[in-house]
């Protein structure tokens, strides 16, 4: 079955130590997107790439970076940089077509807290 | 600025109807995606309106007003499995998703 997986779903973090996120997907989609999810918030876009080799800054990428060198293949990097990086992080991907047909479908998502 | 907004939780009773509601403010306008997300899970996909009226699949239905920036979520005949959040997101003319923060719904016998 097609989908997205992320790994690991659950990850605990010392201060001042980066950890990478793994998002693989086997839908043949061009598009990928990283979010991140906290309690009374809307989603918020830290990267997204819509073609491999290339991606741009969402609306909070600071503290974070990201490589598009596979097109099933999109890491994410919190690096020690990001202040406040507890939180539920998720991956997605779609298709590229400019239109509503841009469904975007989610990984199970990956849990990182801080110690 | 761009905005979605929405309840913070709602409750209801299994097998009855609830609707639950959204406005929105986007720069340009591309359409309203309605997603659901059980507790610690990936959002999935429920409805997208690009055009004002009501969109039914099933138990649920959506409907759009974009004269007034409002659409709806209509949940019939409610199931315990329905407890959930619902992620109201517009989609800007750059096709940029703004999400809202969702809302609660909490389903009693």
């Known amino acids: 079955d097609g989908g997205i997986t992320q790994s690991p779903k659950y990850l605990f973090r010392k201060e001042g130590q980066n950890v990478t996120l793994s998002c693989e997907q086997n839908?043949?989609?061009?598009?990928m997107y990283w979010y991140r999810q906290d309690p009374g918030q809307g989603l918020r876009l830290i990267y997204y790439?819509?073609?491999?080799?290339?991606?741009q800054k969402g609306d909070i990428a600071e503290g974070y970076s990201v490589s598009r060198e596979k097109k099933e293949s999109f890491p994410l990097t919190v690096t020690s940089a990001q202040k406040n990086p507890t939180a539920f992080y998720l991956c997605?991907?779609?298709?590229?077509?400019?239109?509503?047909?841009?469904?975007?479908?989610f990984g199970a998502g990956s849990r990182l807290t801080v110690l | 600025g761009q905005n979605i907004d929405q309840p913070t939780e709602m409750t209801a009773t299994e097998g009855a109807i609830v609707q639950i509601n959204c406005t929105y403010q986007?720069?340009?306008?591309?359409?309203l995606f309605w997603y659901q997300q059980h507790a610690g899970e990936a959002p999935t996909f429920l409805s997208y309106?690009?055009l004002d009226g009501l969109e039914e699949k099933g138990r649920f239905s959506s409907f759009l007003s974009r004269s007034k920036g409002y659409s709806y979520l209509l949940l019939k005949e409610l199931q315990m499995k329905d407890s959930a959040s619902y992620l109201c997101a517009g989609m800007d003319s750059n096709y940029q998703l703004i999400w809202g923060a969702g809302t609660k719904l909490i389903i009693k016998p």
């Open positions: 790439s819509q073609i491999v080799n290339d991606f």
């Open positions: 986007t720069s340009g306008f591309n359409g």
């Open positions: 309106n690009v």
């Open positions: 839908l043949n989609h061009d598009a």
């Open positions: 997605a991907s779609s298709g590229t077509g400019l239109s509503g047909a841009n469904v975007l479908t």
